[in-house]
């Protein structure tokens, strides 16, 4: 079974960058739909970005495409999240997940989640 961990979370200003990174362990996730989601207190998680598993085709949600960049590196059984321009509204718990089935509708698989903080 492939275990999802996340890290590169943080308190970052107003306008800052930070990466997130989501290493998977256990067997290789090269064939799974790789995506991040993010939650806040009180709230459904949300989609953020998705990509395929070759790397081809990528999603954004409308509140973060151009700032953010989901990449995914095969070899290394990593997925990456770079965040620019990040707002207050960017604060939240971020989450790794994937889709066994290699399509990006059902997530069987999430890590524990890293929290960014964004100041204003």
């Known amino acids: 079974q492939v275990q999802l961990v996340e890290s590169g979370g943080g308190l970052v200003q107003a306008g800052g960058s930070l990466r997130l990174s989501c290493a998977a362990s256990g067997r290789s996730f090269s064939n799974y739909y790789m995506a991040w989601f993010r939650q806040t207190p009180g709230k459904e998680r949300q989609f953020v970005a998705g990509?395929?598993?070759?790397?081809?085709?990528?999603y954004y949600s409308d509140s973060v495409k151009v700032r953010f960049t989901i990449s995914r590196d095969n070899a290394k059984n990593t997925v990456y999240l770079q965040m620019n321009s990040l707002k207050p509204e960017d604060t939240a718990v971020f989450y790794c997940?994937?889709?066994?089935?290699?399509?990006?509708?059902?997530?069987?698989?999430w890590g524990q989640g890293t929290q960014v903080t964004v100041s204003s």
């Open positions: 990509i395929s598993w070759s790397g081809s085709r990528t």
């Open positions: 997940a994937a889709d066994i089935d290699g399509i990006g509708v059902t997530y069987e698989l």
